[in-house]
């Protein structure tokens, strides 16, 4: 069951679970839609957030998927939280980093948000 | 622009081009999601074809995406080319495997469908 990915000149091995005949050998393929959308959106805020002068010490993005109880089984929630750390994080720049990425910037948020309910959270953490 | 991924406990670095500031530490985010498709259906077409007994020596599944020209910029047409080789590869069983992929087991294509028209083809190759 296991795959190799060849992207942008990367190799990327894919593997099933144990559990389906997979040997664990790599991600299953569903969540890399989610770290697709993670790093699609990251990347956004994080050069928004330069341009505004704001450099947080700590930035991570959180994606969790709720799926369809029906097969074929998606995500039809997705829910998006973004965490910061630093001195003088601004809410109010962050969310407006955020909705910048959201209608503007980000394809894979484009595409899924077609398909999936897309929530956010922002976190600023201490 | 880095971004370590951790999914299913593998970790991912993704990056984005030099020419919008990344330092191609890893593949970008966005053709990800044509990873996560390409992943899913091949699972499911590879271990249909198990169970009717067709065992390709060489199975590949390449996929292509079309951006839209307006940003956000997202893939709103979707390719997707297996590509067999081997003995007794039967083109109408592979359809039907494809089929089945696409109709009732791959979650990531039932998610993708619903933003991008997705078309397919067979390539048996000698």
Known sequence: MAFEADVNGFKI????????GGENRGPRPKPLTLVSLAGCTGMDVISILKKMRIEPEYFNVAVEGDMTEEHPKYYHKIHVIYELKGIDIDMEKVEKAVNLSRDRYCGVFALLVKGAEITYEIRILD
């Open 13 to 20: 091995m894919i593997d099933a679970d144990p559990a389906v």
